[in-house]
C-alpha cells in the first residue's frame, strides 16, 4: 500500500519562500506520476502541480513561475519550491500520486493521498 507523508509547511510573510516534501513508501517511487493539490479555507480543493516519471512538469497558472517541482527518486521524495509567495496561497497542501500521469494532471482521482500539510502566508 503507497503511503504519502507531506512535510515543511508553516508560516511566512508574503513574498517569502518555503519548501514542501513529500515522501513516498509502499510501492515503487519511479512507476508514479507525484502530483499537489490545496484547499483553501471555504473553497475547494484545486490542483497545484504534477511531474511525471520521467520529469515532466506541469503547473496551474496561479503558481506558475513561481513554484517548482523536483523529484529524488533515490529518496522517493518530490519537493515543492515555492517562492513569491502570496497571502492567497494559504492552504493545506496534499501531495497525491497515480501510476498514471494524466489522472493526476486532470483531477483529482489520484488513488493515493497525503493527509496534508498548512502553509499559511500573511500579509
Known amino acids: 500500500q503507497v503511503q504519502l507523508v507531506e512535510s515543511g509547511g508553516g508560516s511566512v510573510q508574503a513574498g517569502g519562500s518555503l519548501s514542501l516534501s513529500c515522501t513516498f513508501s509502499?510501492?515503487?517511487?519511479?512507476?508514479?506520476?507525484i502530483g499537489w493539490f490545496r484547499q483553501a479555507p471555504g473553497k475547494e480543493r484545486e490542483f497545484v502541480a504534477v511531474i511525471s516519471q520521467i520529469d515532466s512538469t506541469y503547473y496551474s497558472d496561479a503558481v506558475k513561475g513561481r513554484f517548482s517541482l523536483s523529484r529524488d527518486d533515490a529518496k522517493s521524495t518530490v519537493l515543492l519550491r515555492m517562492s513569491n509567495l502570496k497571502p492567497d496561497d494559504t492552504a493545506v497542501y496534499y501531495c497525491?500520486?497515480?501510476?498514471?500521469?494524466?489522472?493526476?494532471?486532470?483531477?483529482?482521482?489520484?488513488?493515493?493521498w497525503g493527509v496534508g500539510t498548512l502553509v499559511t502566508v500573511s500579509s
Open positions: 509502499g510501492r515503487s517511487f519511479q512507476q508514479y506520476a
Open positions: 497525491a500520486a497515480d501510476l498514471i500521469y494524466s489522472t493526476v494532471k486532470t483531477g483529482f482521482g489520484s488513488r493515493y
